[in-house]
């Protein structure tokens, strides 16, 4: 397309956000401005999260592997938003603020959650939480998170002897804020019993507002489960979260289980029918039908009635000894005699064999078919041997560990009217689902894939809901960055993968503030590392950079809550006075410490997860003017999907791989530069122009000028 403007031209156009040694320009503000749902709906979503993974038997970024056993909405405890009781009586007593400043003096926001979490009683293994997004402020969901994981476990001699400053910081000031609770409420305060309530405490961050991409993972993790019209049900879920907030209602595990079944599979389902209703397999009488063969073979010669040629065979499957009639190997069908013909098609039942030709007509073209149907009245699905083949396959449908994946090649399956097939050999069947191009000759095919979401949803192609919902929590944190950046300007995503590393160095590079601040330079989601000569180049970098914005009056800064960086000027554009801004000093290098892990180092992906568009027949990835498009929401797939019809980019006959972590990321574009091609995220175009309008350019940190 000629109106497509160049990626890489376009990025002098762009404003880097991050760079190979710092998380520059991380927030827009402090937080990120307003909440994009309301408090009392960041709770309900928090409940709804909860209660979903319960349903879909799933861990949670809150609870882990633990199954409550109750869970409380607007309780009358002190911490009242949510509480998780346990079989044991243990308890998780939950705060959910959807953004939170570190307010920690008299009429801050997180001063009233400490003030909620020393009024809270408490026992044996219970945890206090303050769960809140990545939309809150850096030095809550970083450094106060990082700060009370590490006090947890250690000592307090050991914690202040060890931890960096900035950490030690913190437990000072929350002990001096229990100290003035304790005194405002008139009880008597130790610092053993406000340490021993801090290491109750922690910060767990969870982006489940409407549009986040976790939110969407639910839904589809709901589907994947065979949840019927997930997207509604979920919504249906925070809806009665509200409304048991509202009513201060508690509920069991097995009443919410039982509340939302029915919309997982039919109430009048027997338990063993369950598994396979998301499938909807074709069944007759009791189970899978495994009697019958119907193939579509090709005769070398005349066999009996039936001439040389195409033929479709219906054949009894069993001997009187429960050993298979015919054999299928391959592209072969080897009949009693010995005789062979050249094998095409293999089924459970006419109708399964039909259904495959309309999808496969060159098998045919206007050649003649000739029919050969058993010449019997007899119900083959009802002999012994029939029967415990038809057990065999039940039980191996349901120990397959990955109903979602091809048997055949292993990817995803996500599509409407996808095939489930018997694979030899018969003894220990494999049984599941197949891709249509997968499909084998020898492949006996027993039944359907039929889900409303996917018919809906039928962009979704040969994609991994499951690898996507493990994936997604923590994930695309580069992305939550650029959205929070002010102004118009578009960023370009700055990628810092692409040289080989060997194993990490045993320096890092710490930057002084003025005041006695410092702060560790990172990389993604942890501290850089660097050998000795690289971290004194660096800081040498660092320095001549510092005095010539110095000179210009212009000084290197960071600010105190969201931990932006950049030249001051900057900082105040996109943070204004919301935030302290503090000058930096120097740089210098010392040696790595794992205590700094622990402030600088935050779970999940910097970049990860995304997908893109790849032909089924040849593997190829979808691209324009040597362009390769990610994106990081599958739900927004089918938007992007019109928006590049609109300037004549059509994809057809295409399935969706992901890159579930950075590693696979880095793997990409490393690819992507291999062989000269751009990459650019979420893109959507002008449909009167062809001009890129939104979506973010990713390049190669040492392709972009310095601003």
Request: with cysteine; hydrophobic share 40%.
């Amino acid at each position: 397309m000629e109106k497509i403007v160049s990626f890489r031209r376009l990025s002098k156009h762009f404003e880097i956000i991050q760079n190979n040694y710092f998380e520059a320009h991380m927030r827009a503000r402090s937080g990120a401005g307003a909440s994009v749902s309301s408090g009392a709906n960041f709770q309900a979503r928090v409940g709804a999260y909860l209660i979903a993974s319960r349903l879909c038997t799933t861990p949670s970024a809150i609870l882990g592997d633990e199954t409550f056993q109750y869970l409380s909405f607007e309780t009358t405890e002190a911490v009242d938003d949510i509480n998780a009781v346990f079989s044991d009586g243990s308890a998780v007593y939950i705060q959910a603020k959807a953004t939170i400043s570190y307010s920690i003096n008299a009429g801050g926001e997180l001063r009233s959650v400490l003030e909620q979490f020393c009024n809270q009683e408490t026992q044996a293994g219970a945890k206090l939480l303050l769960v809140t997004s990545s939309r809150a402020s850096k030095k809550v969901i970083n450094d106060l998170r990082a700060a009370l994981n590490a006090f947890h476990t250690a000592s307090n001699v050991a914690f202040f002897r060890d931890q960096p400053k900035a950490l030690r910081e913190i437990i000072t000031q929350v002990r001096s804020a229990i100290r003035d609770i304790s005194a405002d409420s008139g009880k008597a305060y130790s610092e053993e019993a406000a340490d021993e309530l801090i290491r109750k405490m922690s910060v767990v961050v969870l982006d489940i507002e409407m549009s986040d991409p976790l939110e969407h993972a639910v839904i589809l993790n709901l589907n994947a489960k065979g949840c019927i019209a997930a997207e509604a049900v979920w919504g249906k879920i925070i809806s009665d979260c509200v409304g048991h907030s509202k009513n201060r209602r508690t509920l069991s595990s097995e009443n919410l289980v039982e509340q939302y079944e029915k919309y997982l599979s039919s109430p009048e389902e027997t338990k063993e029918e369950i598994f396979h209703s998301f499938f909807k397999i074709e069944k007759r009488g009791d189970g899978l039908r495994a009697g019958r063969d119907v193939f579509l073979c090709d005769l070398p010669a005349a066999r009996g009635p039936l001439p040389k040629g195409l033929a479709v065979v219906e054949t009894y499957r069993f001997d009187e000894d429960c050993n298979e009639r015919l054999r299928f190997s391959d592209q072969v069908v080897t009949f009693g005699d010995g005789s062979e013909a050249k094998l095409l098609l293999r089924s459970a039942t006419y109708d399964g064999l039909l259904r495959m030709l309309e999808k496969r007509p060159n098998l045919i073209g206007d050649r003649e078919v000739h029919f050969c149907p058993i010449n019997s009245d007899e119900d083959f699905e009802e002999g012994p041997c029939a029967k415990i083949h038809a057990q065999r396959l039940e039980q191996a449908f349901e120990n397959n560990p990955t109903p979602l994946k091809c048997v055949i090649c292993g990817k995803a399956v996500s599509t409407n009217n996808t095939q489930i097939v018997e694979l030899e050999p018969m003894e220990e069947p494999t049984v599941g689902t197949c891709h249509d191009a997968c499909l084998e000759p020898s492949s006996r095919v027993l039944g359907l894939i039929q889900n409303e979401f996917f018919s809906s949803h039928d962009e979704l192609v040969n994609f991994d809901v499951e690898a996507w919902y493990r994936a997604i929590d923590g994930g695309q944190m580069v992305f939550h960055n650029a959205d929070t950046l002010a102004g118009g300007n578009k960023p370009v995503i700055a990628w810092s993968g692409g040289k080989l590393e060997g194993p990490p160095g045993d320096y890092v590079v710490e930057i002084s503030l003025v005041g006695g601040g410092r702060e560790i330079v990172t990389k993604r989601n942890g501290v850089h590392r660097f050998d000795l000569d690289g971290a004194k180049a660096f800081c040498a970098q660092l320095g001549q950079m510092f005095e010539d914005a110095r000179t210009q009056g212009d000084p290197f800064c960071y600010t105190d809550q969201s931990k932006g960086f950049g030249p001051r000027s900057k900082l105040l554009e996109l943070f204004g006075a919301k935030e302290t801004i503090i000058p930096v000093e120097n740089a210098r290098h010392r040696r790595f410490d794992t205590r700094f892990s622990a402030r600088y180092s935050r779970p999940g992906q910097w970049y990860a997860p995304l997908f893109y568009l790849r032909s089924l027949d040849t593997g190829e990835v979808f691209s324009v003017e040597n362009t390769i498009f990610l994106l990081s929401d599958p739900m927004n797939l089918a938007a992007h999907l019109g928006n590049w019809e609109d300037i004549g980019l059509v994809a057809e006959d295409y399935e969706l791989p992901i890159l579930a972590t950075d590693t696979e990321f880095d793997n990409f574009m490393n690819w992507c530069a291999g062989n000269d091609t751009a990459v650019v995220v979420n893109p959507l175009f002008d449909p009167s122009t062809g001009d890129l309008v939104s979506g973010y350019p990713v390049q190669p940190i040492d392709e972009i000028a310095p601003q």
